[in-house]
């Protein structure tokens, strides 16, 4: 970053930070009102069943119970994130399609009334068969989980473009491979919490969400009231991980069971809870094929993909989209064809988990670039050279690449880890392996259709000029977009981070933004904070001009000075100052910003998704030990290089790589939802789910390479969610290259490769086919 | 023991006396009253959080008898007279403890749901050894989860303030 900037660059420190390390900071399950009560959902315990009756009378005597409501007591209106196919309601009406799925909720005094009312509820349930493998749902006569798709077909893909059957049949070498992903869970430290407020026909929710925007729009629609008439405020979240993009049952049921008794209503999910509504990681069937000339250069791809969706669509259509559409970005090739089935399943639905769609295709995909460079003799970093997505080109699937410095990317993350010198000088059960990523910064489009920008801002200075807030609809869900965002309005305004005060995520105070989700705040919130402090700046210097007697156009302001830039001996004056006098003279000093997208992407269908104005890229190169008599992966050293544009603050920038590489590290070796043959979860919990501890988490490196996109405000893009694409491929590779065992699914347990291992020593044949 | 108070449904309710962040607090709990839910519901110390009430992720650290242990794994009786510091009491004065400074210098705080527990149970292992190295930093916050850090920036912190510990202010600690 450029010397010349004041406030952006910098390590500031978060604007929030004293509130969080002292404990005053409130999330949604801190909050407290007079007469409130407590809710809780009934979730049913069969995997696939007609409800046959449900009878609350029980219930509704328990001293202390103030609502029990079921589907007959909130609309029956289908819901869901994704417009493409509303599925879910409030309520299940006829049938529960996984267990967990909601079935009634209680209002109570205390927390405790609710567990006592909740056993209360007799539900009569017709057990139905299950389908609960994703590669049996698609066959004739297997249970259907909603009517009206046959087939258990939620979302179908295929996508042609160039001439794959001409560049397979002219390719020098075609490989095929096969490898399966996992589920997982996001597992945000914070569990779901909401509450509810509805009054005088407004509808108020304080929630743990990732975005106010949808869910507003989402409740309003399901309620039938004005958007105006529904207020979501974001308290602090503790964190989302695309796991809190959507309304929940705790929002619809909390609403209506505030409605009906008056009171406020704070709903929340447990751990358990949390592991059931889920929206994880969709599990992916992945095959590959790919043709290569001799020099390894990339002539075609064939993705073809069945993923296991769950019970209800989630943000499952776009995560199918982005799983074969992101392919694309990190090596260039001419020659693609992707199908992919979304089936349903009578499981918990799958949704959008950070590196949204990308990082199993990517562990598929960068596996199956190692087995390509073996086959052909060429050193793994060698073929991801000679295949590096160049900036300025345009991929075949349509997406604008601006500012790309993967090659330089892959150069210093060679260098910082001496792949040059280790590259097969490593002792046997050690090795080193290497991985690409990519990913949008922001979604090109909306989730639901409409014509809104993107972001919006507003910047009102106090009145004696010595304060100024930020108004903005971005969510800091942890990653720090108060303070990075507060830093561009001041580096705009030329005033000072140190007086920045903010007000953000609160539909009916701040002006509108989509929300923490694909990576898109720094540089779409972005731009229009800059634009509002620009329309600040532009208006403190109009009235300067008139204190020092100065044409506008030779003044300037930094950290709060404002100066002539052509005498530099002038005398200054302050921002206070002026800002002041603009009060007395012209009334509220405010500045005002919008970000609109600019049209992108083709015309074939689905092409909106996976389009950006910027693509960040990143090179990781791994080096893990390997226990030979146990299976044990240790993972010794990781080094991370980004392509993320220009920074705005340095130490939050590493901080979002690290937790990227934190969960890749989790989902390559240990994490995995499991299941019992009836549908139920058998880890719902963050021990048994094996979510990595501070003993397990690897040293990190994470360096940048100079890089600059002009679709960015001040030239930045991507960096929160790009790390966690390519860790689960680096690391199977690494194992490769210790063990010459290939895991060809997620997670590389200990088991897996230890089986692998015996596997090679008695002489059987690897898993993956050459063709 | 607790005095025990018999309502008129026949439950028993237990008074107890916990001495948090240096004052007394008497209440009354049931049997199966957690102590994170005192803290937090009756004394509305909200610093301290609830993650998983399994004593897996350890947000609602505090420190008793100066042990940081869960507070969701604590029965409220069980603490019955006993010294409590949560979050809210861990700086001495209206400044902030050294340990809550370095976490925010260091970029060890991202969404703060873990923040208060990780900094009770580092303030833990700091006061019985100044000095850690850092694998002693990881073993101390094994028991505190975070999503959000890769605990990269958490140990650096942790670390930090061994470093600017002087031995000399140690001792006349102790």
């Known amino acids: 970053m450029s010397k010349d900037y004041a406030v952006i660059g910098k390590n500031v420190p978060k604007i929030d930070g004293r509130e969080k390390a002292t404990g005053a900071a409130k999330y949604a399950g801190d909050l407290k009102f007079p007469n409130m009560l407590f809710g809780k959902l009934l979730t049913s315990p069969h995997a696939h069943a007609k409800i046959l009756s449900i009878d609350t009378s029980e219930a509704e005597k328990l001293p202390g119970v103030k609502a029990v409501i079921t589907h007959k007591d909130v609309p029956a ?322 997406f604008g690449i601006n500012s790309c410095e993967l090659t330089a990317c892959l150069e210093k993350a060679a260098d910082i880890s001496g792949w040059r010198e280790k590259k097969g000088n490593l002792p046997k059960g050690r090795g080193i392996g290497i991985a690409t990523g990519s990913f949008v910064s922001g979604a090109g489009y909306p989730i639901y259709r409409n014509d809104l920008p993107q972001s919006a801002a507003m910047i009102k200075v106090h009145e004696d000029g010595t304060a100024a807030t930020l108004y903005t609809g971005a969510v800091d869900i942890g990653q720090g977009s108060d303070t990075a965002l507060c830093q561009m309005a001041a580096e705009a305004m030329g005033y000072r981070y140190e007086n920045m005060k903010i007000i953000a995520a609160d539909t009916e105070t701040t002006p509108h933004d989509f929300g923490a989700y694909s990576s898109r705040q720094t540089l779409m919130s972005g731009s229009a904070c800059k634009q509002a402090g620009e329309e600040i700046k532009k208006q403190i210097l109009d009235i300067a001009s008139t204190i020092m007697s100065l044409p506008p156009d030779d003044l300037d302001c930094r950290l709060g000075i404002i100066f002539s830039k052509s005498r530099p001996t002038a005398k200054t004056i302050t921002f206070e100052e002026a800002a002041r006098r603009f009060f007395v003279l012209r009334g509220p000093l405010l500045g005002r910003g919008v970000y609109h997208v600019p049209r992108l992407g083709g015309t074939f269908k689905g092409a909106a998704v996976a389009t950006s104005p910027a693509y960040s890229f990143c090179a990781q190169i791994s080096e893990v030990q390997i226990d030979e008599e146990t299976g044990e992966v240790d993972v010794c050293e990781v080094w991370d290089v980004h392509d993320c544009g220009q920074v705005i603050n340095p130490m939050q920038l590493h901080g979002q790589v690290h937790g990227a590489l934190y969960m890749g590290v989790g989902e390559a070796i240990w994490e995995e939802v499991l299941f019992d043959d009836q549908g139920k979860i058998l880890n719902p919990n963050l021990g048994g789910y094996m979510l990595p501890t501070a003993l397990d988490m690897p040293i990190v490196h994470s360096e940048l390479v100079e890089s600059f996109e002009p679709a960015g405000p001040w030239g930045v893009k991507e960096v929160g969610e790009g790390a966690t694409n390519p860790t689960m491929g680096c690391f199977n590779n690494a194992i490769y290259d210790a063990m010459g065992v290939r895991i060809d699914s997620l997670p590389l347990t200990y088991e897996k490769v230890w089986c692998a291992m015996k596997e090679k020593r008695e002489g059987k044949t690897e898993s993956n086919t050459e063709v | 023991m607790s005095q025990v108070i018999t309502d008129k449904h026949g439950i028993q309710h237990y008074m107890i006396t916990i001495n948090v962040n240096g004052d007394d607090y008497t209440r009354v709990v049931k049997a199966n009253t957690l102590l994170v839910n005192v803290l937090r519901d009756e004394l509305d110390l909200t610093g301290t959080k609830k993650g998983c009430e399994l004593g897996d992720c350890g947000s609602c650290t505090i420190l008793l008898e100066n042990k940081p242990v869960d507070s969701c794994m604590i029965l409220a009786i069980e603490a019955d007279g006993k010294k409590i510091t949560t979050i809210e009491g861990i700086a001495e004065s209206s400044e902030l403890d050294k340990v809550q400074e370095a976490f925010i210098n260091n970029g060890a705080i991202q969404c703060g749901y873990c923040t208060p527990g990780m900094i009770i149970s580092a303030k833990a292992l700091l006061t019985r050894n100044p000095h850690p190295n850092e694998k002693e930093v990881r073993e101390a916050i094994a028991g505190n989860l975070c999503r959000c850090t890769g605990f990269v920036n958490i140990v650096k912190a942790v670390l930090k303030v061994s470093e600017e510990t002087n031995d000399k202010e140690v001792i006349s600690n102790e």
């Open chain 1, 77 to 398: 209106l289908k819901y869901g994130i994704s417009p493409a196919r509303w599925d879910e309601n409030i309520f299940c009406i006829d049938k529960v399609r996984f267990i967990g799925d909601k079935v009634a909720a209680v209002a109570c005094i205390d927390e405790e009334t609710c567990y006592k009312a909740l056993k209360l509820i007799k539900v009569e349930y017709e057990v139905l068969p299950a389908v609960l493998d994703a590669l049996l749902a698609m066959d004739e006569g297997a249970p259907q989980v909603h009517d009206e798709y046959p087939r258990n077909i939620n979302t179908e893909i295929h996508q042609n473009f160039g001439d794959l059957d001409k560049a397979l049949a002219e390719a020098y070498h075609v490989r095929n491979d096969y490898f399966v992903g996992q589920r997982t869970y996001q597992s945000p430290i914070e569990p779901h919490s909401a509450v509810s407020i509805w009054k005088d026909n407004k509808l108020t929710i304080y929630s743990s969400t990732q975005s106010p925007h949808y869910f507003q729009y989402y409740i309003a629609r399901e309620f039938g009231l004005k958007m105006g008439d529904v207020r979501i405020i974001k308290p602090f979240v503790g964190g989302g991980f695309g796991g809190k993009l959507e309304p929940t049952g705790l929002e619809f049921a909390g609403a209506v069971l505030s409605k009906l008794t008056g009171r406020p209503v704070r709903t929340f999910y447990d751990r358990h809870e949390m592991f059931a509504h889920n929206r994880g990681r969709h599990k992916v069937y992945m095959e590959l094929t790919t043709g290569v000339d001799k020099e390894g250069k990339i002539l075609g791809v064939h993705a073809n993909f069945v993923s296991d969706g769950g019970a209800y669509t989630s943000l499952g259509v776009a995560t199918s989209y982005y799983a074969g559409g992101l392919l694309t970005l990190t090596y260039e090739f001419e020659n693609y064809k992707f199908d992919m089935i979304r089936v349903y399943t009578n499981l918990p639905a799958c949704g959008a988990q950070r590196g949204h769609g990308a990082p199993q295709p990517k562990y598929a995909f960068e596996s199956h670039l190692d087995n390509i460079a073996k086959d052909l003799g060429l050193d793994p970093l060698e073929i991801r050279l000679r295949n590096a997505r160049q900036p300025n080109t345009v991929t075949i699937n349509d």
